[in-house]
């Protein structure tokens, strides 16, 4: 007797074996196109809403779109763009990034720099403004205590204010608790450990949120040198800080490591500039 192939059925499919195969294949092919109808739609949704909610964040501070002096001489060497990774250019450049381009700064600008509208808690709960510090070079950042760059961070602030607070610069640190519930102590407690530990002698404020629906105005504000990105609020962790001229417009935005180098020549270069806000 022959015996039957094992690599060939002993009987060929049925007519309803072949019905019950097709609407099984059509069923597949019907749901793999609804999911990717899904994720093509769903993915231009998401867009909109993130763009929508940028432009509502950067409305609520009223920043005006016009930072010339950001690309020009004397904070050329200081701004680079983040999102390109470019030098700035002149008004000559014919490359397609508006968004580095700025119509020059009108006198209403200059009297109404929104920085020095703003105020905010010390680390005993009085009022600030931010008007005080008209004029001024500054370099905010968001603190915390239990970081791994807490050390390097609040040694090197305080050396860069000592030698520098004589000149018009000043450090403004603001407590956060975001990023790893790393500053988990009240204000007291923040305001002990600073002082005590590292003999710091910059103002301390309360403690903010710095990213996020409850960002504090004063780093909305600052991550306008973001407003290219689609997230404008880029504070990832603790220790970002931030350089701001005498004109009280941001100048650039360092990350959580303290590179001492950087900052003093940045510093330097910030003090020299004489232009100063008319408000």
């Known amino acids: 007797m022959r015996r039957a192939s094992p690599l060939l059925p002993l009987h060929p499919p049925s007519g309803r074996r072949k019905r019950q195969d097709l609407q099984t294949n059509l069923k597949r092919t019907l749901l793999l196109a609804g999911i990717a109808t899904a994720l093509i739609f769903g993915g231009l949704s998401l867009k909109k809403l993130t763009e929508s909610r940028a432009k509502e964040t950067l409305k609520v501070v009223e920043v005006p779109p016009a930072k010339t002096h950001l690309l020009q001489e004397p904070y050329a060497d200081l701004y680079v763009d983040k999102k390109k990774g470019e030098e700035p250019c002149g008004d000559s450049c014919n490359k397609d990034h508006a968004h580095r381009h700025a119509a020059p700064a009108g006198k209403k600008e200059e009297s109404q720099v929104p920085f020095y509208f703003m ?134 935005h360092y990350a959580s490591a303290f590179n001492e180098a950087e900052l003093d020549a940045d510093i330097e270069k910030a003090l020299s500039v004489g232009k100063v806000a008319n408000i």
């Open 119 to 252: 105020s905010a808690e010390d680390i005993d709960g009085k009022e600030q403004s931010i008007r005080q510090y008209a004029g001024k070079v500054l370099l905010i950042t968001n603190v915390a205590s239990e970081c791994g760059f807490t050390d390097s961070n609040y040694r090197g602030l305080q050396k860069l204010y000592e030698k520098f607070h004589s000149r018009g610069f000043e450090v403004l640190a603001f407590p956060c608790n975001q990023f790893g519930n790393q500053e988990p102590g009240d204000s007291q407690t923040i305001k002990e450990f600073a002082k005590n530990k590292y003999h710091v002698t910059f103002p301390l404020f309360k403690k903010v949120e710095v990213n996020g629906p409850h960002t504090h105005p004063i780093f909305k504000y600052l991550n306008i040198l973001n407003s290219a990105e689609t997230e404008p609020n880029a504070a990832d962790w603790n220790f970002n800080k931030y350089l701001v001229g005498r004109d009280g417009y941001p100048i650039k």
